[in-house]
């Protein structure tokens, strides 16, 4: 197995709302705001070559939103998916599975693509991985995530037909070496990808453990539907984390692209910061 990292781009979003109670004083020393009260963030994907499989982990926001949420999102940075991509040597077309953690906008953006006045994948050649529980939980938003599920990123997964759904059961094998968490706090039923790589258990914590600002365990974002399942989740799985030296891939943290934690006598503290590349 080889991964890489998939650089997309990075945009803002407000830090209230990514911090939830905790008070401004507190969270923006590690993640300080703009004169809007708005934080950078990452969408920082992950690319696994594993036999002839080409497996990307999320996709970005894309390059198809209108202007009015654009103007919401304050998009900038150099990267976007296709020149990460490149930049390792692969194209759109190369890709064999796009393993979708949840279909928020700004993790399935980038699956689908405007072409002439249609909606068609992004990657024609590959299979998109939801599950049954979170693809109905999207298609039939509550009125508080509904702005998050863009039917634009969603339908026409399935009108291509290259729709296929994981079995909703923790610890999920997708692959040898691959296997899928499932955690319920930030919206039903999101997929954890957890690899074996090069001695280290690698899991890309989506948007259960959205950068290092959010360690502690009160640091639960207002976005999530179900902050005390959050709460429950991200408890047990870092102390997990810290007990089998897990290396926890970042999807949102504009800084810091990979991490460990230990266990101290104050709890779960952030222990060390390093590029996947580092491994």
Same mark, same amino acid.
Request: net charge negative.
């Given at each position: 197995?080889?991964? @890489?990292?998939?650089?997309?781009?990075?945009?803002?979003?407000?830090?209230?709302?990514?911090?939830?109670?905790?008070?401004?004083?507190? *969270?923006?020393?590690?993640?300080?705001?703009?004169?809007?009260?708005?934080?950078? *963030?990452?969408?920082?994907?992950?690319?696994?070559?594993?036999?002839?499989?080409?497996?990307?982990?999320?996709?970005?926001?894309?390059?198809?939103?209108?202007?009015?949420?654009?103007?919401?999102?304050?998009?900038?940075?150099?990267?976007?998916?296709?020149?990460?991509?490149?930049?390792?040597?692969?194209?759109?077309?190369?890709?064999?599975?796009?393993?979708?953690?949840?279909?928020?906008?700004?993790?399935?953006?980038?699956?689908?693509?405007?072409?002439?006045?249609?909606?068609?994948?992004?990657?024609?050649?590959?299979?998109? *991985?939801?599950?049954?529980? @979170?693809?109905? *939980?999207?298609?039939?938003?509550?009125?508080?995530?509904?702005?998050?599920?863009?039917?634009?990123?969603?339908?026409?997964?399935?009108?291509?037909?290259?729709?296929?759904?994981?079995?909703?059961?923790?610890?999920?094998?997708?692959?040898?070496?691959?296997?899928?968490?499932?955690?319920?706090? @930030?919206?039903?039923?999101?997929?954890?990808?957890?690899?074996?790589?090069?001695?280290?258990?690698?899991?890309?914590?989506?948007?259960?453990?959205?950068?290092?600002?959010?360690?502690?365990?009160?640091?639960?974002?207002?976005?999530?539907?179900?902050?005390?399942?959050?709460?429950?989740?991200?408890?047990?799985?870092?102390?997990?984390?810290?007990?089998?030296?897990?290396?926890?891939?970042?999807?949102?943290?504009?800084?810091?692209?990979?991490?460990?934690?230990?266990?101290?006598?104050?709890?779960?503290?952030?222990?060390?910061?390093?590029?996947?590349?580092?491994?």
């Amino acid at each position: 197995m080889i991964l @890489h990292t998939i650089e997309t781009g990075l945009f803002k979003l407000d830090g209230g709302a990514m911090f939830g109670v905790v008070p401004k004083s507190i *969270w923006q020393k590690t993640n300080p705001a703009d004169a809007n009260n708005m934080c950078t *963030w990452a969408m920082r994907c992950l690319l696994v070559e594993e036999g002839n499989r080409l497996i990307l982990i999320d996709t970005g926001i894309g390059n198809k939103l209108g202007e009015k949420m654009l103007s919401h999102l304050y998009l900038h940075g150099d990267d976007t998916l296709e020149k990460s991509l490149a930049a390792k040597g692969f194209s759109t077309d190369d890709i064999t599975d796009v393993f979708l953690t949840h279909l928020h906008f700004d993790h399935v953006g980038g699956a689908i693509m405007r072409q002439g006045d249609q909606l068609v994948p992004a990657f024609k050649n590959a299979a998109y *991985w939801s599950n049954e529980k @979170h693809w109905d *939980w999207a298609v039939h938003p509550n009125v508080r995530e509904k702005p998050s599920f863009l039917s634009e990123n969603i339908l026409p997964l399935q009108e291509s037909g290259q729709l296929k759904f994981i079995e909703t059961r923790q610890q999920t094998e997708f692959l040898p070496d691959f296997n899928v968490r499932f955690a319920f706090g @930030h919206t039903d039923a999101m997929m954890l990808p957890q690899l074996k790589y090069k001695g280290h258990t690698v899991v890309y914590a989506a948007d259960l453990l959205p950068s290092t600002g959010h360690i502690p365990l009160p640091y639960v974002m207002a976005y999530d539907m179900f902050p005390l399942q959050t709460l429950k989740e991200k408890k047990e799985f870092l102390e997990e984390a810290a007990a089998g030296e897990y290396v926890l891939y970042l999807e949102h943290d504009a800084l810091n692209e990979c991490c460990t934690v230990q266990q101290t006598e104050k709890g779960i503290k952030l222990k060390n910061i390093f590029k996947l590349s580092d491994l």
